[in-house]
C-alpha cells in the first residue's frame, strides 16, 4: 500500500482529525484562559462554545470515514451543517478579535450566514427526501446545495475581511480552507472519489488550516500578555516607565553600576501651554520631551514619568557625565518642540538611596526653575543655596 492510499483511506482521516482534535484541545485551553483573565467575555465565551463543536464534528468524520457501518443520512447532513457553522463561528471570533472598535464588525451577516445554513439543508432534503429510518453503508453521501453554499460561506467571510487587522495567518488559513473544501467537492463530483491525491489533499489541509487557526489565537494570547505587562510597567500617555517600575529599573542601575545619577526635568509653563493651547496640544508636546529623553536614556540608562510635567532619568555615570547628558536632553528640548525644560540632577556621591537622589535632584531641578528656567543644575552646587532659599 502506498503512502497515497494509506493517506486517501480510513486511516488517514483517523490521522487528520486526531491531529486537528490535539489543536482544538490547545486552543479550548487559551480560551478558557482568556475568558477567565479578560473582559471581553462573550466573545471567548463563543469560542468556548465554537471549539467543542469542531471538535465532535471532527469525531463525526473519523465515524464516517470506516467502511462498514450502516448509518443514518442524517448524520451525513449533521456534519454538513456542523461544517459550515462552525466555520462561521470560528471565522467571526477572529474577525471579532482583531477588528477595530472604530470599524465595528456587523453581527448580522453571520447569523444570516448560519441561519440561511438551515435554510439550505431544508431546501436540500425537500429536493431529496430521505426517511428518518433508512441507511447507507459508509461511503458518499451528498448534499449539492449544502456543498455549493459552503463555497459561497468560505468567499463571503473572505471578502468581509475589510476593517480587521488581521494577520498573515488569518488570510493563508483561508485560502488553505478553500483549498480544502475545492478538493473534496471536486473529487467527490468531478472524479468520482477516484482521485486519491485529493482525498489525501483534502484530509491533510484541516491540519494545515487549524494550525494556522492555532497560531493566530496563540499569537494573540501573546499580544495580550505583554498589553497587559506593558500596562503594569509603562505610563500611558508618554511610554515612559511609570514611577514604580522607573524606581525598580534605578535600583538595579545602582547595583549593578558604581555610579550613577538620576536626571530631573520639569517642564517650563507646561499649565501656560494647557491654557493657551489646549490639553491636545500640550500632550503632544509632553510626549516629544518624554520621547527626547527615552532618546538621551537609551543604552545608558532608563527613562521614567514621575507625574504630571515631571519626567526622570537615570544613567550610568561611568560610561557619561551627567551633566553631558542633561545639557544634552534640555538643547534638544530648546530646539526640536515648542518649549523648554528646567532640568537638576544628582549622583551617588550624594546618595546611595533611589529615593534621595531623586529627592535631591528635584531640588536642584527647583532652583534651575527660581533662577532663570531652560537651564541644568546639578544637586552638589546647590544644596547650600537650597536651603538659604527655605
Not at 453554499?149 to 467571510?157: A, E
Not at 494556522?212 to 496563540?218: M, P
Not at 500596562?231 to 522607573?246: E, Q
Not at 529599573?249 to 501656560?272: H, P, R, V, W
Request: aromatic share 10%; hydrophobic share 45%.
Amino acid at each position: 500500500m502506498s503512502i497515497t492510499q494509506w493517506l486517501s483511506g480510513p486511516n488517514g482521516q483517523l490521522l487528520s482529525s486526531s491531529a486537528v482534535i490535539v489543536i482544538l484541545i490547545l486552543m479550548l485551553f487559551m480560551s478558557i484562559r482568556l475568558y477567565v483573565s479578560y473582559r471581553n467575555k462573550r466573545i471567548y465565551r463563543l469560542l468556548i462554545t465554537a471549539i467543542p463543536l469542531i471538535i465532535a464534528k471532527q469525531c463525526l468524520l473519523v465515524v464516517l470515514a470506516y467502511p462498514g457501518w450502516s448509518l443514518s443520512p442524517y448524520l451525513y447532513l449533521s456534519f454538513t451543517i456542523m461544517q459550515i457553522i462552525s466555520f462561521i463561528i470560528i471565522n467571526f471570533v477572529f474577525m471579532k478579535l482583531y477588528t477595530h472598535r472604530s470599524a465595528e464588525l456587523k453581527v448580522i451577516p453571520f447569523i444570516i450566514m448560519s441561519i440561511m445554513t438551515l435554510v439550505v439543508a431544508g431546501i436540500q432534503i425537500a429536493l431529496s427526501p430521505f426517511s428518518a429510518e433508512s441507511a447507507v453503508h459508509t461511503g458518499t453521501v451528498t448534499f449539492p446545495a449544502l456543498d455549493f453554499y459552503g463555497l459561497i460561506v468560505i468567499l463571503m467571510v473572505m471578502l468581509d475581511t475589510r476593517g480587521a487587522d488581521l494577520s498573515s495567518n488569518y488570510y493563508a488559513s483561508l485560502i488553505v480552507f478553500f483549498a480544502s473544501e475545492l478538493a473534496r467537492l471536486a473529487n467527490v463530483y468531478v472524479f468520482h472519489e477516484s482521485m486519491l491525491w485529493l482525498i489525501s489533499l483534502s484530509q491533510l489541509l484541516p491540519i494545515v488550516y487549524y494550525t494556522l487557526l492555532f497560531l493566530l489565537l496563540f499569537e494573540w494570547v501573546i499580544e495580550r500578555l505583554m498589553f497587559t505587562y506593558q500596562s503594569s510597567i509603562m505610563d500611558g500617555l508618554t511610554g515612559l516607565y511609570n514611577r514604580r517600575h522607573f524606581y525598580s529599573k534605578a535600583e538595579q542601575l545602582l547595583q549593578g553600576s558604581k555610579s550613577m545619577a538620576i536626571i530631573f526635568c520639569d517642564i517650563d509653563n507646561f499649565k501656560k501651554l494647557n491654557d493657551t493651547h489646549g490639553h491636545h496640544k500640550a500632550d503632544g508636546v509632553l510626549k516629544q520631551v518624554a520621547e527626547i529623553i527615552k532618546e538621551e536614556s537609551s543604552g545608558i540608562g532608563a527613562a521614567g514619568r514621575y507625574g504630571g510635567e515631571e519626567l526622570l532619568s537615570c544613567v550610568s555615570s561611568e560610561r557619561v557625565k551627567p551633566e553631558i547628558v542633561a545639557e544634552s536632553i534640555r538643547r534638544r528640548v530648546e530646539l526640536e518642540t515648542m518649549v523648554t525644560i528646567s532640568v537638576g540632577f544628582s549622583t551617588s556621591k550624594e546618595s546611595k538611596a533611589v529615593q534621595e537622589m531623586i529627592k535631591q535632584a528635584d531640588e536642584a531641578m527647583y532652583l534651575s526653575k527660581t533662577t532663570g528656567k531652560n537651564k541644568v543644575t546639578p544637586f552638589k552646587a546647590t544644596s547650600a543655596s537650597k536651603k538659604t532659599l527655605a
